[in-house]
């Protein structure tokens, strides 16, 4: 069936460098995305998010890039810390303000931080 | 201005009884989402409900598993007669309305023995 999947499972980075993040989707019409922090035993925390009527967005530390063509989601973290370690999550919304706004969401990916 | 409030985070339950899992959505809050997060996976919806109504129950299993959101009080999940493929942890998020940010919850880690 249609998902949103990751590439890489488990990311190891030295503090300070910059993480890069991958997620694929399968449904073209999904038309919203976040991407979520999850550390251990807590819920998912938004990071950013972004339509798909934009190809880049950028917060504090993050930057989202969308890649409609080949339907690629990217999580770039600037100046990667140890707080940042965690299993993140990318995940869409195919009908965005629409009768549901149910999270379709990707298997994650473990960020760990060397220091 | 408190976030989405799950009771209990910890659930132990004996396979043939019964589980209820509450959360409790932000203030102002009335969409609530349930998800299922097995160990390692993503979380997978279940059920998205607004006050007194379902919306969307597509990711329920068809038996044994129900949810509600009364007028007073939290949304409540509830699994009857749990099995050992029920152990995972529940999420509950809310959102203002149709679009906006959903908030989730700490969860419920049901262990089922």
């Known amino acids: ?115 | 201005n408190a976030g989405v409030m799950q009771n209990p985070r910890h659930l132990v339950r004996r396979r043939g009884q019964e589980a209820r899992l509450r959360c409790s959505p932000m203030k102002g809050h009335s969409h609530v989402y349930w998800y299922r997060q097995l160990p390692e996976e993503g979380l997978k919806f279940m059920v998205y409900l607004q006050k007194e109504n379902i919306i969307d129950e597509s990711g329920m299993p068809k038996e044994r598993f129900s949810a509600e959101f009364p007028k007073e009080g939290p949304s409540i999940l509830r699994i009857q007669q749990v099995v050992r493929g029920d152990s995972a942890a529940y999420f509950c998020a809310s959102s203002p309305g149709s679009t906006g940010e959903a908030f989730f919850g700490q969860g419920t880690r049901l262990t089922v023995v």
Not at chain 1, 4 to 20: A, F, K, R, Y
């Open chain 1, 1 to 115: 069936g249609e998902s949103v999947g990751l590439h890489l499972p488990t990311l190891s980075v030295q503090e300070g460098d910059n993480s890069i993040i991958n997620c694929a989707y399968s449904n073209s019409a999904s038309d919203y995305f976040i991407w979520y922090k999850q550390e251990s035993g807590k819920g998912p925390q938004f990071i950013i998010d972004i339509r798909s009527n934009m190809d880049k967005r950028q917060g504090q530390r993050v930057t989202v890039l969308l890649n409609k063509t080949v339907k690629h989601l990217s999580l770039q973290i600037a100046a990667t810390q140890p707080g940042d370690s965690a299993v993140y999550f990318c995940a869409e919304i195919r009908d965005y303000g629409g009768a549901t706004n149910k999270l379709i969401f990707g298997t994650g990916t473990l960020l760990a931080v060397q220091p």
